[in-house]
Every structure is written in C-alpha cells, then in structure tokens.
T-cell receptor, first 116, second 118 residues
Framework: DTEVTQTPKHLVMGMTNKKSLKCEQH?????MYWYKQKAKKPPELMFV???????INESVPSRFSPECPNSSLLNLHLHALQPEDSALYLC???????????????FGPGTRLTVT | AQSVTQLGSHVSVSEGALVLLRCNYS??????LFWYVQYPNQGLQLLLK??????LVKGINGFEAEFKKSETSFHLTKPSAHMSDAAEYFC????????????????FGQGTILTVHP
C-alpha cells in the first residue's frame, strides 16, 4: 500500500472558524510533511515531522498548527485564517535513515481550502 | 543551497511526438533528483528518481531521464506522447542535511505544463 490519504477533499471556512486537515499513511514511514500549493506554483514546504517530532517549521504563521499524534497520522489545525491562505494543502510521507535524502516522498491528493 | 530550473513553463507537443522537459540543477554536492507529475486537482505522483546509481533512469508511463553531471541536467523524455500525459511536471532536488541525517529539504522547480494535441 503506497497510499497517503487526506480528508476532507474540499474545505470552505470563514476567517473566524477553527478546522483541521487530516493525513494518514500506513507505509511505515517515519517522516511526514505538510506543503502548501498555490495555483500555478510548486508546493512550498510548511512543516516536517520526523519520528513524530517537529523537525522543520518553515516560518509558518501560528494560525497553522501541526500535530503528529502517532506515526501514521498527521493533522494541521487551522484557526483565524486569511483569504490568502486559500490553497491546495498537500501531505506527504517518506522513509528516513542515514541516507534518507534518497527516499522519495509519497503525496496525498490534497485538501482544497477556501477561506472566505 | 541547491536549486532547480525548469526551462519552459509550457511545452506543447502533438500526440506521438517526442516529449522533452528540461531540468537543470544547482547543488554544491551530488544531489538526489526527482520528477513528479501532477494532474489537475490531484497530488503529486513520482515518475522517477536519480540516487547516484545508473545515470539513465527509467520511470513509470514510459518516461525516462538522464543525469548528466557535466551539464548539471536531468531532462525528462518520452519517445511518444499520449493525450493522457497532459499534466504539470515538477523536477525536484534534494540533498542530505549536514551530517547526512535522515532527510533533506525537497526543492521544486517552477513546473512545466505539458499540453498534448491530437
């Protein structure tokens, strides 16, 4: 099974709402990632978790709060977002190891977020 | 720091024609290189990767790429385009963090949109 699943597929939220995006993988990967992708642009890395610990935060605003409750799950909690946060949010996972850079990332289908 | 440049934001070919998508990288150490494809409103799917084994890498859907260190290139090719190949293609580079620990940041090119005409 090489699948990364994400829910929901689409989300519309107001600027005062609190919502969460969910990501799950059962490939035994111990690195998980959140990316943000605007239209006609490449994905931009937001967060990296390695062994359930936050390893990289790419200076993301605090209105985005990641959580990794176990090795299979990754959440992204959203609060007080702005319209410019509307984008496709992609989750990915990969193996880790001493030569971890060679391991490909497997991407989920994404959540299309619209902030009104 | 490593970077990737994809030459041509749009490439248009006829069905059955050769597909050539260009990618040049800049890296201070030998990189790992990846090509991903993204269909509209979907996530990214790995086409192929170079991890310092064979320089000619074969991937899925008939795609292949050749790593040329002297040219710092990793161009993606397919001999005969299908309508189903129409999508956006991203080249990405990755190197290990200092000390070669578990992962390195994946840096994407700006993407090339491939259009296939009947």
């Amino acid at each position: 099974d090489t699948e990364v699943t994400q829910t929901p597929k689409h989300l519309v939220m107001g600027m005062t709402n609190k919502k969460s995006l969910k990501c799950e993988q059962h490939m035994g990967h111990r690195a998980m990632y959140w990316y943000k992708q605007k239209a006609k642009k490449p994905p931009e890395l937001m967060f990296v978790y390695s062994y359930e610990k936050l390893s990289i935060n790419e200076s993301v605003p605090s209105r985005f709060s990641p959580e990794c409750p176990n090795s299979s799950l990754l959440n992204l909690h959203l609060h007080a977002l702005q319209p410019e946060d509307s984008a496709l949010y992609l989750c990915a996972s990969s193996q880790v190891g001493l030569a971890g850079a060679k391991y490909e990332q497997y991407f989920g289908p994404g959540t299309r977020l619209t902030v009104t | 720091a490593q970077s990737v440049t994809q030459l041509g934001s749009h490439v248009s070919v006829s069905e059955g024609a050769l597909v050539l998508l260009r990618c040049n990288y800049s890296s201070s150490v030998p990189p790992y290189l990846f090509w991903y494809v993204q269909y509209p409103n979907q996530g990214l799917q790995l086409l192929l990767k170079y991890t310092s084994a064979a320089t000619l890498v074969k991937g899925i859907n008939g795609f292949e790429a050749e790593f040329k260190k002297s040219e710092t290139s990793f161009h993606l090719t397919k001999p005969s385009a299908h309508m189903s190949d129409a999508a956006e293609y991203f080249c990405a580079v990755r190197k290990a963090n200092a000390g070669g620990t578990s992962y390195g940041k994946l840096t994407f090119g700006q993407g090339t949109i491939l259009t296939v005409h009947p």
